[in-house]
Each structure stands twice: as C-alpha cells, then as structure tokens.
C-alpha cells in the first residue's frame, strides 16, 4: 500500500510518499514559492540525489500537479501509475474540540475545518487549501486528515481553562488546545519501546524544540498538558515567538509605541523570541555560535530558552505527581548537546542524572542518561509523516 503524506503551507508544500509494507520512504520533496517569483520543486527519490526544478508554480494544484508529475517520472519517480497509490494523509493544524483522532475527509469534516478557521487564521487556510488542490487533481483518491490539536484533547479541563470570563470558551472556544500533537504522541510511543515500559505505567515529558516548540506532560500515553496555547505563541521561548508573557505587554507596547494589536501580535510572532532577545538570529546554530565567542545576548537568549524548558519540566513533574522520561526532538532538541545539558544541569534533585558521553549524539535515537538515572532521558528524532502515513493506513483498514 503506497500513501502520500502532504504537510501544506500557505506558500510551500512538504510531501513524502510511503510504502507502507516496510513503512519506507520511497520519495519526498518540497514544493517552494507557490505564487511568488522563483517557485520551485525539490524531488528526492530514496537513494538518488535531490533534482530541484524552477518553474512557474502560480497555486496549490499547480504544485499538487507537479508532485504528482514528480512520483510518476520515468527516471526519479517511484509510480508506474496513480492505481498505486491507495490514498493522501494532510497534516491539519487546527481541529479544535470537533476532532480528538484523525478522521477521513468529507464534506462534513471540511465543513468544520473551516468553521475552525478562526482559531488558526495563518495555518489552517493553508492546510484547507492543499487539501481541496488534492480532491480537485486526486478525486478519486481517499483523504485523511490528520490534526496537530488532536492529541492534546485528552487534556483535562484544568489544564486547558484560562481564567478568563468562562464565557469566551463557551462562545468562542478559548482555551489552551496545544500543538506539535503528532510529534508528542510519536515520541512518547518511542520512549515506551526503547525503554522496554508499557505506555501506560510511564509519565514522560516530551520536549519539541525546534522553530516552533513545546514541551508536553504524557500521563499512561495521554496529554495532560502542553505549554503551547490557544495559539502556538505560548509556553517556552521560540526562534522568533515570544513564548509565556505577562498579557498585559500587548496594551503596553501597543500604546507606547503606537502599534495597532495586529502589529504587537506580528511582533510577538516574527520578531521576537531567540532572534528578539540575541538580536543577531532565531537559528540555534547562529546562537550557539555567537554565544561561543561571547556575545552576550545571544548568550541571554539560549539561557532564557533552557531555563523555561527546565521550569516546564518541573511543572510537569508535578502536575502528573511523578516522572519516568524526559525526550528531546526536533531540530534543536535532536541536534543540540548544549541545549540538552544546559536544560537537565540542575534537575539532578530530580532524579535526571544526564551522560556527558552520550548526550554527544546527534540525529539519533539513544538514551544519554546515566545508568543509575532514576529519570531516563532520550533523544527521539520526531516522525510526524509516519504517524500521518500509519493513521492514513489504518482508516482506510
Ligand atoms: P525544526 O523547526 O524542527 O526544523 O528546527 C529548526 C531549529 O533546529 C533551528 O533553530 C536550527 O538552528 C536548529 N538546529 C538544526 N540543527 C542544529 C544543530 N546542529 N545544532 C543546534 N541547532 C540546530
């Protein structure tokens, strides 16, 4: 069974195509650009090197229509026809409290994508929009949607109330609904197989640092908790997002520095974060780097950064009463030593008892604590597709 995985952007598309018989990646590639000058296609068959091509890419179904061209190439494809491929696996941002699981798509489940539309204004027209590219090139083809806010509706209601007059939720869905689910829930399960454990007897804390990051509290397999929000601005510190801030920064900055709301949230967005405290990047490596040969701000930045992940360790400990695991994925949290061991030195009251040794790995899994650490902590590299892949395979089961 072959399954196409499509993570849809407003102006970009990533897209792997699985045979799910091993679960391998037989092909994968981004589409760039979709309506700006210098749009493009990068195509990598497993094993060849990456062919990029530029060309007019003025929409979404013109860059479907070239992943789809793409796959089905006489020299880098990996389709001798469309009859191969069994169906399409989305990456949704936002389902709200309408999805807990991944769902076949209809024009039901469309319909309430959309009616979630203002609770993620820069994701999910996006994602809707690759999805209705898809339907229009692929009609025939079944599509699942898969969420990022799914896994976290487990949470309690006390973990995700803010208190705030109860009737916003009531009328308008306020409420923490946390992202980055797919990579919390791959993790997790990952942690319980390398450690031997049954999902349901461990409490681990998941930490997605990368770009965009947010650490999860995961009680027997299930979220308790999430440091991201109503919106993906909240919880630890960011390439440019802000993180936790006090609320009232938004009327304070708005009102000195003249700024409609739509420009300080811009600000807290794009221009904030690792980039707005160093002033010299939102990229870990620059940070690291700059840091390296003193500079102070950026030195600041990576110290705010892992003194939030520390404290939503702590936090997370206590809300579940306990901890097994602590796992460190994406980008920084695969490939940063220093930000891994700076983020556990001090923990060890704990019981979180970091290798020196082997906290030197980068991109792979391992256990990189002790022997003797009560806490184990892992690195996971993060799997979103598989997951989207393997949901896709099992509704159409
Ligand atoms: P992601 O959003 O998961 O793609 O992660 C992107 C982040 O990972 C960026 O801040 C990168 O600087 C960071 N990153 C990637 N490779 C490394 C590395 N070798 N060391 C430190 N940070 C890295």
Redesign the pocket.
């Known amino acids: 069974m072959k399954i196409l995985v499509i993570n849809c952007g407003s102006s970009s598309l990533k897209y792997q195509l699985f045979d799910m018989d091993k679960e391998h990646v037989l092909a994968k590639g981004l589409v760039e650009r979709i309506g700006i000058d210098g749009s493009r296609i990068k195509h990598t068959k497993t094993g060849m090197d990456a062919i990029t091509t530029e060309t007019p890419i003025p929409d979404h179904k013109a860059g479907i229509k070239l992943v789809i061209d793409s796959l089905l190439d006489k020299s880098h494809g990996v389709l001798a026809s469309l009859d191969e491929l069994s169906a399409v696996g989305h990456r949704v941002v936002h389902a709200g409290e309408k999805f807990a699981t991944s769902v076949k798509l209809d024009d039901k489940v469309m319909a309430a994508l959309k009616d979630c539309i203002p609770l993620a204004p820069l994701h999910n027209p996006a994602n809707i929009m690759g999805i209705d590219a898809v339907i229009d090139v692929l009609p025939r083809i079944p599509q699942v949607g898969v969420f990022d806010t799914a896994f976290h509706q487990t949470m309690p209601k006390v973990a995700f109330t803010y208190a705030i007059p109860y009737g916003y939720y009531e009328k308008y869905g306020v409420r923490r609904y946390g992202f980055h689910g797919t990579s919390h829930y791959y993790v997790s399960r990952r942690v319980a197989d390398m450690l031997g454990s049954p999902i349901e007897k461990l409490k681990i804390i998941t930490c997605h640092l990368?770009?965009?990051s947010s650490i999860t509290a995961v009680d027997g397999g299930r979220s308790v908790d999430t440091s991201m929000g109503f919106t993906p601005l909240a919880g630890v510190t960011m390439?440019t997002r802000c993180g936790d801030i006090d609320p009232a920064l938004v009327p304070f900055i708005s009102k000195t520095e003249n700024l409609s709301i739509g420009e300080v949230d811009s600000l807290l967005n794009k221009k904030s974060g690792l980039l707005g405290i160093s002033g010299v990047s939102?990229?870990?490596?620059?940070i690291?780097e700059a840091a390296g040969r003193g500079d102070e701000r950026s030195r600041l930045a990576l110290q705010v950064l892992v003194y939030g992940i520390k404290k939503y360790i702590g936090a997370y400990a206590a809300a579940m009463g306990g901890l097994d695991a602590v796992a460190f994925t994406?980008?920084?949290g695969e490939?940063?030593a220093t930000?891994r061991s700076m983020a556990c030195e001090g923990l060890e009251f704990l019981g979180m008892e970091l290798d020196g040794e082997k906290n030197k790995v980068?991109s792979e899994e391992a256990v990189i604590s002790t022997d003797s650490s009560k806490v184990k902590i892992l690195v996971v590299p993060t799997n979103e597709e598989l997951v989207i892949a393997r949901d896709t395979k099992r509704l159409l089961d």
């Open positions: 990368g770009n965009g390439g939102s990229d870990m490596r620059d690291e994406a980008g920084v490939n940063s930000v980068r």
